[in-house]
């Protein structure tokens, strides 16, 4: 069974920084394309980054040049650096891949930056 862990959400000041982690177990992590979404209050949910199994990286506009999304495939693990955070970062944060043609989602971790 697949699944897909976050970690690393908190609280911080704006210009400030955090690393968002994402433990996938029960598949092959290697070759599955991972991505990161957020949802803020009252909006839909968004593509933040995204990172294939070849390492090639896309990235919403908003989020250019602050946010970086790297794998390390030898821990199963995700990862989304985020730097000069800004208050319309706060949000949810999900890690996704489909595997096989099924979605997993992870359960998500809370992103809160303070003006």
């Known amino acids: 069974q697949v699944q897909l862990v976050e970690s690393g959400g908190g609280l911080v000041q704006a210009g400030g920084s955090l690393r968002l982690s994402c433990a996938a177990s029960g598949s092959i992590f290697s070759r599955n394309t991972m991505d990161w979404y957020r949802q803020a209050p009252g909006k839909q949910r968004e593509l933040v980054a995204r990172?294939?199994?070849?390492?090639?990286?896309t990235y919403a506009d908003s989020v250019k040049g602050r946010f970086t999304i790297s794998r390390d495939n030898a821990k199963n693990t995700a990862y989304l650096q985020m730097n000069s955070l800004k208050p319309e970062d706060t949000a949810v944060y999900y890690c996704?891949?489909?595997?096989?043609?099924?979605?997993?989602w992870g359960q998500g971790t809370q992103v809160t930056v303070s003006s």
């Open positions: 990172i294939t199994s070849g390492g090639s990286t």
């Open positions: 996704r891949s489909v595997i096989t043609l099924r979605v997993y």
